[in-house]
């Protein structure tokens, strides 16, 4: 697919503006340098003229209205020397030379020159296509200037020589491509649907999270179809100037009807498809509200004929979309392109993976097990960074150890190896992070603990427990969520155990635990004491003084306490789990730690045969504790 090139500027242009430098090189040199193109006598001061004229000695005098030319008597001068000086408005003048005797006369005015003339005619309408022209290329050149602010800014691509998109690109949404395979379908052979009466959708809103590959996806279905795909995004539509926006809509439709059958992808739709009554106050943005307006008439009128035209659009918050914008007849169809599962990732790292030379120790599929919740796009980033790595190891090729090393510095950020700690918080750091993972390796339902450091990495991690699932999960169990909350403190458990204090390391894990106690007695309704009801803590959000609408419903004084009863129970709770089995195992908590200290990174098999020798808490205390 290649991209349609811009029309060459007019020939008229290029000589107006050569035309337009060399006079005004000339008018500047003649306001700036007078005398470059005229000579003339020196000029003399007007008071010396005046004294002249008293004393008697000036014969001769031309009045013009720029300068007075005089002649000296010949006793007082050379014959024939003229003298200039600059006139001063003065009405005694005339009555002084008439009373010395001084012939004098009013000069004619100046005869114009062929070059003035010329001058005279052709600057004004030069200045005025300069001026144009200045203007014009402010607001963009060419087709996007003023003369058509109203244009769309879309582009368009066509079939060409270079390598074009198709679906054999795009991996691990196979669910999104076979919804749109049938827009294909209809494109190359719109007779074999019409026939029996069917209708193609108008609009296909292509809705996932940022970087799962929804443009990917819509240039995919252009490619495969051979038709032309006119992109643009939403925020090209909206300008100053209010109808501008709405002005763009109708003429990318016009240029799609020309071509149609083809397709008009418009990216990030909710710009210009927000809700109108969404502003939470009177007036609203009406240069965005017209746009809207014009699209929903245009995706209402412009299938009338046999103009086959065909909307892909992408979001990634459909919930602020207005909801005339998604009734049939307009977007009917919805594509969910949501994060790939775990043979969607393998799908995509080969895709990615064909651009780099990768060693015989390269297992994707193991890769791809360590990288749950990845989009596409983060493991084309990925591969890429694994590639970066290899190279700066003076490598030929990437290895395995590469592509861990980059999952790291995505999950946990770069190692800060400058980042000095002195022995006790090292020490410290090594009990809490075995703590964490002692505990994950208990509890039922967690990921498998792969990796312990006491490396920083990040901003603010000192070290950290890589725990990474076998397993794609959707639904977690209450038991399951207060292990997880359980893991969270364990690193705290490890310091209270250990040294008989806590410190300020734990203050991430017990936000992240809080936050997931609270959703579950409020979201999830696992609370036997307020039912399976959702809650909201807390007061409507407050804009521009009324309160806008909240999804979940306000709760009164007695039931937030309820809340807050109950979110302390939970976290106490796991608080209790850890600490029972950090002590049930205080000496492999000790060996592991001390292991730490020594070689700073634990990970691989022998990681797994030291957390193999947990023992799991007594029934009767495990009881007790989770009742």
């Known amino acids: 697919m290649t991209i349609k090139e811009q029309p060459k500027p007019p020939r008229f242009r290029i000589i107006a503006n050569i035309l337009l430098s060399v006079s005004g090189l000339f008018l500047l040199l003649n306001l700036f340098l007078p005398g470059l193109f005229a000579s003339g006598p020196a000029g003399v001061p007007y008071s010396l003229f005046i004294h002249q004229v008293q004393e008697g000695e000036v014969s001769r005098v031309s009045v013009g209205q720029n300068q007075i030319r005089y002649q000296l008597k010949t006793e007082n001068a050379e014959p024939g020397a003229v003298f200039v000086t600059t006139p001063i408005f003065d009405l005694e003048l005339p009555k002084l030379l008439e009373s010395k005797g001084v012939e004098f006369a009013a000069a004619p005015p100046p005869k114009n020159t062929w070059f003035t003339t010329l001058l005279g005619w052709v600057i004004p309408p030069l200045i005025f296509i300069g001026i144009w022209q200045f203007f014009i290329s402010r607001g963009g050149g060419g087709q996007q200037g003023v003369l058509s602010i109203g244009k769309s800014k879309a582009k368009v691509y066509v079939e060409g020589e270079s390598a074009k998109i198709t679906f054999a690109d795009v991996a691990g949404v196979e669910e999104a491509k076979t919804e749109l395979v049938e827009i294909v379908d209809f494109l190359k052979t719109p007779a074999r649907f019409t026939q029996i009466g069917a209708r193609i959708p108008k609009g296909v809103l292509l809705v996932g999270p940022p970087g799962t590959g929804k443009t990917l ?164 980033n990925l591969v890429n960074e694994a590639a970066l790595l290899a190279a700066r190891n003076q490598r030929q090729t990437v290895a395995q150890e590469d592509f861990a090393e980059a999952i790291e510095r995505v999950v946990a950020g770069l190692e800060k190896k400058s980042r000095v700690m002195n022995d006790t918080e090292k020490k410290i750091v090594a009990y809490h992070e075995v703590g964490h993972a002692m505990v994950g390796a208990l509890i039922p339902g967690s990921g498998r603990v792969e990796k312990i450091s006491i490396i920083p990495r990040g901003m603010a991690a000192l070290g950290y427990t890589l725990q990474l699932p076998t397993e794609d999960r959707f639904l977690m169990n209450e038991e399951e969520l207060r292990g997880q909350i ?142």
């Open 486 to 627: 359980a893991t969270l403190l364990g690193g705290r458990s490890a310091e209270e155990i250990v040294f008989g204090s806590i410190t300020t390391g734990a203050s991430n894990d017990l936000q992240r635990a809080t936050d997931l106690a609270e959703r579950m007695v409020t979201t999830y309704g696992m609370s036997k004491v307020l039912g399976p009801l959702a809650y909201q803590q807390g007061q409507p959000a407050m804009f521009l003084g009324n309160g806008a609408p909240n999804p979940r419903r306000a709760v009164s004084e007695d039931t937030a306490k309820a809340i807050d009863s109950e979110v302390k129970e939970i976290v106490e709770k796991a608080h209790e789990q850890a600490l029972q089995i950090l002590k049930q195992n205080r000496d492999l908590l000790e060996a592991i730690a001390t292991q730490l200290l020594e070689t700073e990174v634990i990970e691989g098999e022998k990681l797994h045969s030291l957390l193999s020798q947990i023992q799991p808490v007594d029934k009767a205390t495990a009881g007790s504790v989770a009742s």
């Open 217 to 380: 996806l819509a240039k995919a279905v252009a490619g495969e179809a051979g038709v032309p795909f006119f992109s643009i995004s939403g925020s090209e539509f909206v300008e100053l100037f209010v109808g501008v926006g709405s002005s763009r809509v109708r003429d990318l439709f016009e240029q799609a009807k020309k071509q149609a059958p083809c397709i008009v992808f418009i990216d990030e739709l909710d710009a210009i498809g927000k809700s109108r009554s969404s502003n939470g106050f009177y007036g609203g943005n009406d240069e965005r509200e017209q746009t809207l307006n014009q699209l929903l008439t245009e995706m209402d009128g412009f299938a009338a004929g046999d103009a086959t035209v065909i909307v892909l659009a992408a979001t990634n918050r459909p919930e602020s979309l207005d909801p005339a914008l998604l009734r049939p007849g307009r977007f009917d169809r919805q594509v969910l392109v949501d994060r790939p599962d775990l043979s969607g990732r393998e799908a995509i790292l080969k895709i990615h993976a064909q651009k780099v030379k990768l060693g015989d120790d390269v297992n994707l599929k193991a890769i791809a097990t360590r990288t749950p919740g990845f989009a596409g796009a983060d493991l084309a």
